[in-house]
C-alpha cells in the first residue's frame, strides 16, 4: 500500500509539472482555513498568488521568464519588485511541488524566508521602460502604483515595519522598511 502511495505522489508531481495550468489552496498551517490561491502557469513561467488575510492580504506574480517578483501590498497600497535569485527563491518547479505536497500531505512546512528592504521615499511610478523589462503579468498587478525595489537581507530583529507576503508556508516574502539613521 506504501508503495502504491508512494507511486501516485510521484505520478502526480510528474502530471502537475507538466500541465499548462495547476491552481492549489492554501490553508493555515493547523486549520482548514484558506489564506489563498496559488495558480502556476507553466507554459509561461509565472506563478500568480493572492492572500487573503485582512489587513495583511497581499497578491504576488513570480515571473520566471522575465526573472522578477512583485508583490503588492493591499496595506501599503504599494508594489515591491525583486530579481529572483537562486539562492533566495526556489525554482518553478519546487514551488510546485512544495505546493502539491502541502495540499495534499497537509503537514508539509517549508521554512524558506526571504527577508527584503525597501527605502521609503524611492518609489517610482511605472513607465513604458518598466513594463518592457517586467512583463504584462507584473504591469498589470501594479499599474498605477508606487514602485519600490526590494534587496535581499538578513531577517530582521525588529519586524515592527514589516509586512509579510509570498506563498504561505512555502515561501514567505518579508518586507522590511529601510530605516535611515538620522545624525541629531
Known amino acids: 500500500m506504501k508503495r502504491l502511495a508512494a507511486v501516485l505522489v510521484l505520478l502526480e508531481v510528474f502530471w502537475a509539472q507538466t500541465s499548462a495550468l495547476n491552481t492549489f489552496v492554501l490553508r493555515e498551517p493547523g486549520s482548514n482555513y484558506v489564506t489563498g490561491t496559488m495558480t502556476i502557469h507553466n507554459e509561461e513561467h509565472v506563478v500568480d498568488v493572492h492572500v487573503r488575510s485582512g489587513v495583511y492580504s497581499s497578491d504576488t506574480i513570480f515571473d520566471y521568464s522575465r526573472g522578477y517578483i512583485a508583490t503588492r501590498l493591499f496595506s501599503r497600497n ?17 514551488i510546485g511541488r ?11 512546512y517549508s521554512p524558506n524566508n526571504v527577508w527584503t528592504l525597501f527605502q521609503t521615499g524611492s518609489s517610482v ?14 504591469e498589470k498587478l501594479c499599474s498605477g502604483l508606487p514602485l519600490y525595489q526590494l534587496t535581499a537581507t538578513e531577517p530582521q530583529e ?19 522598511e529601510q530605516l535611515i539613521a538620522t545624525g541629531s
Open 78 to 94: 504599494a508594489c515591491f519588485i525583486m530579481k529572483i535569485k537562486k539562492e533566495y527563491i526556489p525554482e518553478l518547479r519546487e
Open 98 to 108: 512544495l505546493a502539491f505536497e502541502k495540499q495534499t500531505m497537509k503537514d508539509v
Open 125 to 138: 511610478l511605472g513607465h513604458l521602460k518598466d513594463w518592457i523589462l517586467y512583463g504584462k503579468h507584473i
Open 158 to 176: 525588529n519586524t515592527d515595519g514589516c509586512a509579510s507576503a509570498g506563498i504561505p508556508s512555502i515561501l514567505g516574502l518579508n518586507i522590511c
